[in-house]
C-alpha cells in the first residue's frame, strides 16, 4: 500500500499527484483554484413621472327621504262641574285629557271643572324629494416618459 498524500497545499490550493515517468519517482504540482466574488448594488433609475391633474365638478342629486308627522288635534270639552280636588290628567285611548280647574269665591270655596282639553296625536309620513348640489372631485393620471428613459415593455399597462 502506498502511504496516504495530502492533496491539499499549504494555502488551499488543490495539489493533484503527478508521475515522473522520467524519474521514476512522484512529483508534486500546484493547481491554483480561482473563485468569483460578486457584489449586489442597487440604484435608482427614473422611468418615467406621473402627473394627475385634479378637476371639481358640481353635480346635482335628489335626496330622498321620509319625514315623520306628529301634530295634536284640540277639542275643548265645557264640563261646568263641582268637584273636591283637581282631577288628574289621564289617558283614554290615545287620547290625552287635561283637566282644567278654575277656583271661584263664594262664601264657601268650591272648585269647578270648567272643561277638559282633549289632545288625540295624530301620525303621518310624507316622502318629500330635495334636488341639491354637490360637488366630485376626479383624478387624471398621466405617465411622462424621463428624459432618455426607454419605454416600459409593451404589453404592460400604464
Known amino acids: 500500500m502506498s502511504p496516504e498524500r495530502n492533496t491539499r497545499g499549504s494555502h488551499g490550493d488543490a495539489v493533484a499527484p503527478l508521475d515522473d515517468i522520467a524519474a521514476g519517482g512522484v512529483t508534486e504540482q500546484v493547481v ?18 406621473v402627473r394627475i391633474s385634479l378637476s371639481t365638478e358640481t353635480v346635482e342629486d335628489v335626496l330622498r327621504a321620509t319625514l315623520r308627522t306628529r301634530r295634536a288635534e284640540v277639542e275643548r270639552v ?11 290628567t289621564r289617558q283614554e285611548g290615545d287620547v290625552l285629557v287635561v283637566p282644567v280647574v278654575e277656583e271661584i269665591l263664594v262664601v264657601e270655596r268650591r272648585l ?5 282639553i282633549r289632545l288625540r296625536f295624530v301620525e303621518g309620513e310624507e316622502a318629500v324629494e330635495w334636488s341639491v348640489e354637490r360637488r366630485v372631485q376626479r383624478a387624471a393620471v398621466d405617465r411622462v416618459p424621463a428624459a432618455g428613459a426607454t419605454p416600459p415593455s409593451a404589453g404592460l399597462d400604464n
Not at 32 to 49: C, Y
Not at 78 to 88: A, F, M
Not at 112 to 116: A, F, P, T
Open 32 to 49: 491554483p483554484l480561482a473563485e468569483e466574488i460578486l457584489h449586489v448594488s442597487k440604484r435608482t433609475v427614473e422611468t418615467g413621472r
Open 112 to 116: 269647578v271643572l270648567r272643561e277638559e
Open 78 to 88: 265645557q264640563i261646568d262641574r263641582e268637584v273636591s280636588e283637581p282631577p288628574q
